[in-house]
């Protein structure tokens, strides 16, 4: 295949909408997903603890850890949002009286770097909100990033 003047601009112009329709999509994405489990309550930022290492040398494997901040805080459900990646919702969890007071450690996969979200439940109703980026040198979700100088 031949690569004309035209066909490059064609494409060039093409790759400027598109960059900017996707990271739409995946803010769209998240949106829908966030609303999903909140069904509308409004979010309280504190009462749980999200901790995260800044740099992550490789997207495949980011340990996560999540803590409630108090010790009578009783959390039903929660979810993790990486708004970055192919799939937004990373991880779902059903909690029940035996993970109280909730101290959460896990592994997550993330495409790229991100700030990386966690909404949890009450007993009560209230919703808690938590976030936290991180810097993916390699990303985890089948292709990799160059790192900025």
């Known amino acids: 295949m031949i690569c004309t003047r035209r066909l490059f601009l064609a494409a060039a112009t093409c790759n400027v909408i598109v960059t900017p329709l996707a990271a739409w999509a995946s803010s769209g994405r998240f949106d829908a997903e966030r609303e999903l489990f909140t069904g509308g309550t409004p979010e309280i930022?504190?009462?749980i603890s999200l901790t995260i290492p800044p740099v992550a040398e490789s997207g495949?494997?980011?340990p996560v850890?999540?803590?409630a901040l108090e010790s009578d805080t009783?959390?039903?459900q929660m979810r993790v949002f990486a708004p970055a990646n192919p799939l937004v919702r990373v991880?779902?969890?059903e909690?029940?009286?035996m993970a109280q007071p909730l101290d959460l450690a896990f592994r997550i996969r993330l495409a790229r770097s991100q700030t990386v979200t966690v909404l949890?439940?009450?007993q009560d109703g209230r919703v808690l909100r938590a976030d936290a980026p991180v810097d993916v040198v390699t990303g985890g979700c089948g292709f990799d990033l160059q790192v900025q100088p």
């Open 45 to 47: 930022s504190g009462g």
């Open 60 to 62: 495949y494997t980011v």
């Open 65 to 67: 850890r999540v803590l």
């Open 74 to 76: 009783v959390i039903r």
């Open 91 to 93: 991880a779902t969890f």
């Open 95 to 97: 909690l029940g009286p």
């Open 120 to 122: 949890a439940r009450t």
